[in-house]
């Protein structure tokens, strides 16, 4: 399963860090990823990050999310500084795991993270 953490209310221009670890029979991750949804739109990705390194940023982050990976704790990091009130929304970490029977998507329960003066 996926857990994330870090989420809350920071003001605009504020900063925060997410936490999404990972648990189970893991032999191992091949991607890790961070989506945003805002109410009453769709999941838009903010970062990926795959098992060679390879980095992958959505539109909206413009330089200001950091994503990173602690492969040996199955747990990803996105640092966000810079935020906006348009940043507002559920944050969902998914990754790529292979188990002993399949490898397949798993998806958190998500963060809320709200920004807002």
């Known amino acids: 399963q996926l857990v994330e953490s870090g989420g809350g209310l920071v003001q605009p221009g504020g900063s925060l860090r997410l936490t999404c670890a990972a648990s189970g029979e893991i032999h191992g991750i091949y991607r890790m990823a961070w989506y945003r949804q805002g109410p009453g739109e769709q999941r838009d990705l903010g970062a990926d990050?795959?098992?060679?390194?390879?980095?992958n940023y959505g539109d909206f982050v413009k330089g200001r999310f950091t994503i990173s990976r602690d492969v040996a704790e199955n747990t990803a990091y996105l640092q966000m500084h810079s935020l906006e009130p348009d940043d507002t929304g559920v944050y969902y970490c998914t990754a790529l795991i292979t188990t002993t029977t399949s490898t397949e998507d798993y998806w958190g329960q998500g963060t809320q993270v709200t920004v807002s003066s």
């Open positions: 990050e795959n098992v060679h390194g390879t980095t």
